[in-house]
């Protein structure tokens, strides 16, 4: 169990560039979650998959953004025409159904757009 | 909506004090309950849990009741370390509602501990 990775751990781009962060789980989980994380508060949810299928998605997520996972394993999320308020830390997260929703964390992509 | 309120920090305590983290939450359904922690530089990690009324949850120390009749999920532990410094964040995943289970955080509370 290598726990959760998450890459690159550091991105600095200009505003209205593309970005794209990808995640890879818990080999054996098959959900994964991505969140967003600002400075002083707590992880805010973006989307959510179970195995290759995007179940739910926030209202934070913007039509900028999109998340895909496959073939239910690694997941990427892009955004398009960043924008300055896009700085955050983006968390991707992943669990397996009947644990309880115990959630495992990766490191996190820390965006900066400048 | 469903939501979490923790108390705000930062909290400062002299090593081997008693630490109490107060977490309250609003659920619709019946919500599991989580504590993770962050500590300075790494990325979330699970602490404990519990996942329904009056079940306790505790790890390396720390503990947490699940008190629906006061929609509480305080954090404590008897004996704080320097190496406890951290930032707490309380948590729910309601499981019903139609919710697919993500998280909801509250803010976070910082904790320091001096030796």
């Known amino acids: 169990d290598t726990g959760v990775s998450q890459n690159p751990r550091h991105k600095i781009t200009k505003r209205g560039q593309n970005v794209t962060f990808r995640c890879d789980p818990i080999?054996?989980?098959?959900?994964l979650y991505w969140y967003r994380q600002t400075l002083g508060q707590g992880p805010e949810f973006l989307t959510y998959?179970?195995?290759?299928?995007?179940?739910?998605k926030s209202r934070l997520l913007s039509d900028r953004f999109s998340a895909e996972r496959p073939k239910g394993s690694f997941s990427t999320l892009e955004i398009q025409r960043t924008e300055q308020g896009d700085s955050a830390m983006y968390l991707c997260?992943?669990?397996?159904?009947?644990?309880?929703?115990?959630?495992?964390f990766g490191p996190g992509t820390r965006l900066t757009v400048t | 909506g469903d939501s979490v309120t923790q108390m705000e920090g930062p909290v400062t305590l002299s090593e081997e004090a008693f630490l109490t983290i107060n977490c309250t939450y609003t659920?619709?359904?019946?919500?599991?309950l989580f504590w993770y922690v962050q500590y300075p530089g790494e990325g979330l990690q699970l602490l404990l849990k519990?996942?329904?009324?009056?079940d306790k949850g505790s790890n390396k120390g720390f503990e947490a009741t699940y008190r629906k009749e006061t929609t509480s999920f305080h954090l404590e532990k008897g004996s704080v370390q320097v190496s406890d410094s951290a930032v707490y964040f309380c948590?729910?995943?309601?499981?019903?509602?139609?919710?697919?289970?993500?998280?909801?955080f509250g803010k976070g509370t910082k904790l320091s501990v001096k030796p």
């Open positions: 997260a992943s669990s397996l159904t009947g644990t309880g929703n115990e959630q495992y």
């Open positions: 080999s054996e989980h098959n959900r």
């Open positions: 998959f179970q195995n290759e299928a995007q179940l739910e």
């Open positions: 659920a619709t359904g019946y919500p599991s």
């Open positions: 519990a996942t329904k009324a009056d």
């Open positions: 948590a729910l995943s309601d499981r019903g509602g139609g919710s697919q289970g993500n998280l909801i």
